[in-house]
């Protein structure tokens, strides 16, 4: 009966916080600025492809071709790299850029643990998230740290085309 009570105690302890803790993945409200469902919170690439952000990612993940030397070069970097996107779903930017710049770390086999989605509402807001300790003004923001500092940044489109970037950022 001991182990028992034991056993319960040590789960209630372990699991509670967990629980309570945990953030839910790929959650949709309806955003009253725009009349319509959106993400919001944490995602992850199976949230981006549903709904009308979907059918754009498909599309924009499918026509684009990253530089393939670039990719090359990409492959050997990285390793202690971490990325944070912030997007909108309702985001015409973030439609085209954010399903590119998944497809450029699918192509370098980038570690998916190490990326961080986070999906904000018209005022670039989401519950929970200190999003203006990031400094995100627009959106798409990518965001990337190298063994934990910010590497660089792209803002809504390139300076020269994602995977440069990434590659300029990843370089130094």
């Known amino acids: ?3 028992n009570v ?16 945990s953030q ?3 959650r949709k409200i309806n955003d009253p600025r725009l009349n319509k469902e959106i993400l919001y919170g944490y995602c992850d690439r199976s949230g981006l492809q549903e709904g009308e ?5 498909v599309e924009y993940y499918t026509n684009y071709k990253p530089d393939k030397v670039v990719i090359k070069q990409l492959r050997k970097l990285g390793k202690d790299a971490d990325i944070t996107i912030v997007l909108g779903t309702w985001c015409s930017d973030a439609e085209k850029q954010v399903p ?4 450029i770390l699918d192509q370098i086999k980038f570690n998916k643990q190490r990326i961080t989605m986070i999906c904000v509402n018209r005022d670039k807001e989401v519950d929970h998230i200190d ?10 923001t990518f965001i990337v740290y190298v063994k934990g500092r910010e590497a660089g ?20």
Do not use: C, W
């Open 1 to 3: 009966m001991l182990h």
């Open 6 to 21: 034991r056993f319960a105690f040590l789960f209630v302890i372990i699991i509670t916080p967990m629980v309570i803790f």
């Open 24 to 26: 839910e993945i790929n």
């Open 53 to 57: 952000f979907g059918s754009a990612f």
């Open 100 to 103: 590119r710049f998944i497809k």
């Open 131 to 140: 999003i203006q300790k990031l400094g995100i003004q627009r959106i798409p």
């Open 153 to 172: 940044r792209i803002i809504e489109k390139p300076y020269k085309t994602l995977e440069k970037d990434l590659l300029m950022f990843l370089s130094d």
